[in-house]
């Protein structure tokens, strides 16, 4: 019989899995957090982030969560933005910069190229990887 419990990384309590991964009292504050920060961008559209923790007591870490997460889209509010995971430029939408998502797409494209360049000199020198040749 398999548990599907966890250890919440809030506070550390054990609790039964879900699609969350907060134990039911951590979710429950986390959904309090995010309903005053909507309530309050509802009423100042053009607040920033630190305008919003300092207002609302709600501190930047789970505002940035919000937005990361999508829960608040930051296109609707001009001012909220936060930095890129890689390089820490300031964006409103998604995880990275449009830069660093050129940059990783670039390094992605070019490892495809190497390894499908790879396979076929080793197809030619009659290797074959990860497939059977018919008898």
Same mark, same amino acid.
């Given at each position: 019989?398999?548990?599907? @419990? ?6 550390? +309590?054990?609790?039964?899995?879900? *699609?969350?991964? *907060?134990?039911?009292?951590? %979710? ?8 005053? @920060? ?10 920033? @982030?630190?305008? @919003? ?8 870490? +789970?505002? *940035?969560?919000? %937005? ?11 001012? *909220? ?40 000199? =080793? =197809? ?12």
């Amino acid at each position: 019989m398999d548990l599907n @419990v966890a250890n919440c990384p809030r506070c550390g +309590r054990i609790y039964a899995k879900t *699609l969350r991964n *907060l134990c039911p009292d951590c %979710l429950r504050e986390e959904e309090e957090l995010y309903e005053i @920060v909507y309530r309050y961008l509802r009423d100042n559209p053009k607040s920033t @982030v630190q305008q @919003v923790s300092e207002n609302t007591g709600v501190p930047e870490e +789970r505002i *940035l969560g919000f %937005l990361r997460q999508d829960r608040i889209m930051s296109s609707e509010w001009s001012q *909220l933005t936060y930095p890129c995971e890689r390089c820490g430029t300031q964006i409103n939408t998604g995880r990275f910069c449009e830069s660093c998502n050129q940059e990783m797409q670039q390094s992605l494209d070019s490892a495809a190229r190497s390894i499908k360049g790879k396979n076929a000199d =080793q =197809q030619r020198s009659g290797y074959h990887i990860g497939t059977r040749r018919p008898r």
